[in-house]
């Protein structure tokens, strides 16, 4: 079936570091990848998406690229602040309908 | 426009006992999809619903179950309570079916901020 590995956190940068988080996808097909971002005591949020290869996707300084030869979608931020301290979690939809798979989450906390 | 709304948002019950959950999807929407968030298996999908009718279903067992109404707004229920199912459910409304076959378009997923059950 489908599945989504990401890092496992948390990460702790300074402010102002370069950020990576990892996700790499297993899934037949040509699936739609999203990042989703979890702040404390809230729902998901979509924070950027990518719906076929080579897509880049971004939002909010945030970008990500699907690299289907690898299959990855690694979330990447050249410099982030204290209020991007949050929960990240990469997921993939697959044909039709609206069910997501998600990775198991990264939490990211941000030092000022 | 109003968010996606989740009642109660904080709920304890005792093992055995039964649950209902609410979600009021954003106005206009007509899926509503279900969700399990627990620090051990993380997000899972339980089912979804489009007009009414359920339309996919994650592995969970029978004892979970989830209708929709005439308006959108969608149910769930646990009945027989075990302590496994302490989690946080999570809501999402979109729309309509998500991807076109041409992966042109994509309704986003609104999540609401979820109810946490605690099962004692």
């Known amino acids: 079936g489908d599945s989504v590995t990401q890092m496992e956190g948390p990460v702790t940068l300074s402010e102002e570091a370069f950020l990576t988080i990892n996700c790499t996808y297993t899934?037949?097909?040509?699936?739609?990848l999203f990042w989703y971002v979890q702040y404390p005591g809230e729902g998901l949020q979509l924070l950027l998406k990518?719906?076929?290869?080579?897509d880049k996707g971004s939002n909010k300084g945030f970008e990500a690229t699907y690299r289907k030869e690898t299959t990855s979608f690694h979330l990447e931020k050249g410099s982030v602040q204290v209020s991007d301290s949050a929960v990240y979690f990469c997921?993939?939809?697959?044909?039709?309908?609206?069910?997501?798979?998600f990775g198991g989450g990264t939490r990211l906390m941000v030092k000022p | 426009k109003a968010g996606v709304t989740q009642t109660p948002r904080y709920l304890i019950k005792t093992r055995g006992q039964q649950v209902t959950l609410s979600c009021s999807p954003i106005?206009?929407?007509?899926?509503v999809s279900w969700y399990q968030q627990t620090p051990g298996q993380g997000l899972q999908f339980l089912f979804e619903?489009?007009?009414?009718?359920?339309?996919n279903k994650g592995n969970f067992p029978g004892r979970f179950s989830g209708r929709q109404f005439s308006n959108s707004r969608s149910e769930m229920n646990v009945s027989t309570l075990e302590l496994g199912d302490s989690a946080l459910y999570l809501c999402?409304?979109?729309?309509?079916?998500?991807?076109?076959?041409?992966?042109?378009?994509?309704?986003?997923?609104?999540f609401g901020p979820g109810t946490r059950l605690t099962v004692l």
């Open positions: 999402a409304s979109s729309l309509a079916g998500g991807l076109t076959r041409d992966f042109g378009t994509y309704n986003e997923q609104f």
């Open positions: 899934a037949t097909g040509y699936p739609s």
């Open positions: 990518a719906t076929k290869a080579d």
């Open positions: 997921a993939l939809m697959r044909n039709a309908g609206n069910m997501l798979t």
């Open positions: 106005s206009g929407h007509r899926s």
């Open positions: 619903y489009f007009s009414e009718t359920q339309r």
